[in-house]
């Protein structure tokens, strides 16, 4: 298959936000165009070839005459230019979302490995620590009191809580599909999160709690916008934005000292490392 053809069949076919497209539609496409430049075939070709597209087309004023060549100038531009790290870091992620999709389509045989390309600035490899039993126990009273004396879309608010309970990382939570909801006979529910590519990813069997919530959330759901199909919605029918998760958590911690005093404070990642249980799937 044509490596353009691929990339119009892997936009067009996924599940991938219109925005998100055509982000990936252009960072994809630089990445050919330098291919048919530079006589690099998109089928064969290593993380060298990728870090110096990278170098030729973003980052060689940024670097300042350092080569992009490996750890130590990835290392660099993470801690001198944080945001170009990311963007770099998102275009990485765009070539491996499109690179999966080739190796699906048996264009490749195995993927390289692109996080030794990535600067890791947008990741943090020590998890937030976990919040004890008696915090979780405070943290659950409430997010059971928090109700509409506190906020209008409280019902919304207590499902975010409560999905962050089982496990779903705030990105995940905003971007879940009401397509990917299911309701199991024995009236239990299971959702789908999306992958970092925003496909079909893990699945989430809900806890009671949760599934209590849902239940009384959906009626009260605003009617979407044309063409959006989100779970969580916020004003007119949109999508909410990635940082409420992080926002409610702080407005129901600071509803009780044990976790409005907390060092270090409680964030959603917190919530979601925590889970319901002890020993939580997956943490």
């Not at 990936?24 to 993380?47: H, M, Q």
């Not at 770099?88 to 979302?97: E, P, Q, S, V, Y």
């Not at 906020?151 to 990382?169: K, Q, S, V």
Request: net charge negative; aromatic share 8%.
């Amino acid at each position: 298959m044509d490596p353009r053809t691929l990339l119009d069949t892997w936009l067009t076919s996924g599940t991938l936000r219109p925005t998100s497209q055509a982000t990936y539609r252009i960072e994809v496409t630089s990445w050919l165009d330098w291919c048919d430049e530079n006589k690099v075939d998109p089928w064969a070709f290593g993380l060298d070839h990728i870090a110096q597209w990278a170098e030729d087309r973003y980052l060689r004023d940024i670097l300042d005459g350092r080569p992009f060549d490996g750890p130590g100038a990835l290392a660099w531009l993470a801690e001198h230019h944080p945001d170009i790290a990311k963007s770099h870091d998102k275009r990485i992620t765009a070539l491996t979302g499109y690179y999966t999709a080739a190796k699906d389509a048996g264009l490749l045989r195995q993927l390289p490995e692109f996080n030794l390309i990535r600067s890791g600035v947008d990741r943090d490899a020590t998890p937030p620590k976990r919040l004890t039993p008696m915090e979780r126990a405070v943290l659950l009273t409430c997010i059971g009191m928090w109700g509409k004396d506190q906020a209008r879309h409280y019902l919304r608010d207590r499902l975010i809580a409560y999905l962050l309970l089982e496990g779903l990382r705030p990105g995940e939570i905003v971007r879940l599909d009401m397509r990917h909801l299911y309701e199991l006979p024995d009236f239990t529910y299971e959702v789908r999160a999306p992958d970092d590519f925003e496909n079909v990813g893990k699945k989430f069997t809900l806890e009671p709690l949760t599934v209590a919530a849902l239940k009384a959330y959906l009626p009260h759901r605003p009617t979407p916008e044309d063409g959006v199909h989100h779970l969580i919605l916020g004003q007119g029918g949109r999508p909410i934005v990635s940082r409420y998760p992080n926002m409610l958590v702080q407005q129901i911690c600071a509803s009780h000292p044990l976790l409005a005093d907390r060092t270090p404070p409680v964030t959603a990642d917190t919530i979601a490392h925590t889970g319901y249980w002890d020993t939580p799937a997956g943490g």
